[in-house]
């Protein structure tokens, strides 16, 4: 436990990418197999659940730490990262534990569901025996917030280096390995890293690591030049769902989603059409809801594939109302034999070949005699339900991950998708950020009119009736609360915002402020639909801040009816 929390501190704080592969790999080399399989596991993406509520957590701090709640609340606030706190204001442990990350987990899953009292004796007992270090790790896991700043290609690399496999190998072999259904143990890390073997059969259900797109930039005039004529290029249209691989063998068939997590279940309908499939084939492509319609329909919005995302049991009337089909647009193995090696033109060609005949969909080929004509197309986007197109080289193999090519011919999928929606809007709420952000407020609220102002006078009355608590009454005109978001700006940008936000705080609500309005954000979303659960009615998709707009006074910010032209504008996409 105390060499993986070492381990989490040096992923956490370290940005050189050569730095962490070093500390990964130091880390898989001394440590034993059970314990390398949890750390391979969390690393990669694993979640772990929540053991403990943190209102204990919160409670158990001020006990062990001899402090009354509202001193603790003060320190977090400072602090911005809960499972920090706790470790900062504990005072030293009397004992040093010697427990492994393996042994650690296994007494974490013991407590699920156990008494608060043996809860909270356990714990007590944890955080008596780590340094700061461990009960920071400890906190993360307990409380199921675990992230680090390590991503799924840098592990897969140091395995590669510890064992002396290719990396791609390693990839193939983790795919599925955080799957929670599995718990991670020492026979499962052996295999991870285990000399390579000619020939050896893959695991009935096992998928391939995922070939990953590169957004390209630059306008159509440049295409030519750069990526050589269309007719190069294998254009499809990108659709706006869940990407996954079907796969079929041995008579069965199993649904992976690009998150490594076995679905099937969720999507039976899929998993029917597919079983005509030839055992030995796995199709690539993007689970979406088709819908009914003149011809063959077309796809429908996100916002009704994710009433089905989170369902694990399917009703009748559930897939009759909401379809999911498989949008199939690679053929990765046929009959047995891994096709990824093959040109992109060829696995084109066997695709049709091998869904002729059968219900599954396959993505349509969109050819068009020069670049500037698929731009045309691709203005239409969001009238066909799609995000614009996917764009692969004739030639192309099939890669691992989200890999940068030589040059961009070198086998690199390309997305070339259409400029997001966007709204001027104004900030209302702020939250401190998490990690290195932890001290600065990062995380806004955004807000626009109910109504557009008469003029700046009207809007100024507004603002001071906010500054002054008066709740706002019934009918008149009001900033109205409709996204979060994140990320877009500078760390130079965000340092000047938090300086606003601080000088301009109403009230505080735990760790979000209120802010009196007085700056205006551009706004992006790649997607936007009607919602019941926001005050507004509406819910935007992927929001993230595209710019400052120190240029736009606050009573020409947009409106609930700006939004409302969007949502028809995404009503005729989807």
């Not at 509202?70 to 004992?95: K, M, N, S």
């Not at 492509?285 to 996100?302: M, N, Q, S, T």
Request: aromatic residues 8%; charged residues 25%.
């Amino acid at each position: 436990m105390r060499a993986f929390a070492r381990l989490y501190v040096e992923l956490d704080a370290g940005t050189s990418t050569l730095d962490k592969v070093a500390a990964l790999r130091r880390y898989f080399s001394a440590a034993a197999p059970a314990d390398a399989a949890w750390a391979a596991y969390f690393l990669a993406g694993g979640r772990p659940r929540q053991v403990v509520p943190t209102s204990v957590l919160r409670a158990l701090a001020c006990e062990g730490a001899g402090i009354a709640g509202w001193l603790f609340e003060e320190c977090y606030q400072a602090v911005g990262d809960l499972a920090e706190t706790i470790a900062l204001v504990l005072p030293p442990p009397t004992r040093e534990s010697t427990l492994g990350l393996a042994a650690s987990v296994e007494q974490l899953g013991a407590l699920r569901g156990a008494a608060p009292e043996a809860q909270a004796a356990a714990v007590r007992d944890w955080w008596d025996a780590l340094d700061a270090t461990g009960r920071f790790l400890l906190v993360k896991l307990i409380g199921g917030g675990f992230r680090v700043g390590v991503s799924k290609l840098l592990v897969q690399r140091a395995l590669a280096e510890v064992s002396g496999l290719d990396a791609k190998l390693v990839a193939q072999r983790m795919m599925g390995y955080t799957d929670a259904k599995r718990a991670p143990d020492a026979a499962r890390y052996a295999a991870l890293v285990a000399p390579a073997e000619e020939g050896a059969a893959r695991a009935a259900g096992e998928p391939y690591p995922f070939f990953l797109a590169h957004q390209i930039e630059g306008v159509p005039q440049d295409f030519e030049a750069r990526l050589g004529p269309p007719s190069q290029w294998l254009v499809e249209w990108k659709y706006d769902g869940i990407r996954a691989q079907l796969v079929k063998r041995a008579g069965q068939v199993w649904l992976w989603s690009r998150g490594e997590e076995l679905v099937t279940e969720r999507y039976p309908e899929v998993a029917a059409l597919a079983a005509c499939l030839a055992d030995g084939t796995v199709l690539d492509g993007e689970l979406v809801v088709w819908r009914d319609g003149e011809g063959e329909g077309g796809p429908a919005p996100f916002a009704l594939l994710q009433q089905r995302i989170g369902r694990k049991t399917v009703s009748k009337k559930m897939m009759a109302e909401l379809p999911v089909q498989l949008v199939a647009y690679d053929l990765l193995e046929w009959q047995g034999v891994d096709l990824r090696g093959e040109p992109q033109h060829a696995r084109r060609a066997a695709l049709e070949a091998a869904l002729q005949g059968t219900a599954l969909r396959l993505s349509p080929a969109v050819v068009a005699p020069s670049w500037q004509e698929l731009a045309t197309l691709r203005a239409a986007s969001r009238a066909r339900g799609v995000e614009g197109f996917m764009l692969k080289h004739r030639d192309a193999a099939y890669g691992s991950g989200r890999r940068k090519q030589e040059g961009l011919l070198g086998g690199t999928w390309w997305k070339w998708k259409i400029e997001p929606m966007s709204v001027d809007c104004v900030l209302v709420y702020a939250q401190r950020g998490h990690g290195r952000r932890a001290s600065l407020y990062t995380d806004y609220s955004f807000a626009v009119w109910s109504r557009a102002p008469a003029d700046a006078a009207q809007a100024q009355a507004v603002i001071d009736a906010i500054a002054a608590r008066q709740p706002a009454e019934p009918g008149a005109l009001q900033l109205v609360a409709f996204a979060k978001a994140y990320s877009g700006l500078t760390d130079a940008e965000f340092t000047q915002v938090d300086r606003v936000i601080r000088a301009n705080t109403l009230e505080k609500f735990g760790p979000v402020r209120s802010v009196r309005p007085s700056l205006v954000f551009e706004l992006g979303f790649e997607g936007i639909n009607r919602s019941s659960r926001h005050k507004s009615g509406i819910a935007v998709r992927f929001p993230r801040m595209l710019r400052l707009r120190p240029d736009k006074p606050l009573h020409e910010a947009d409106t609930l009816q700006t939004l409302e032209a969007l949502l028809g504008r995404g009503s005729e996409s989807g």
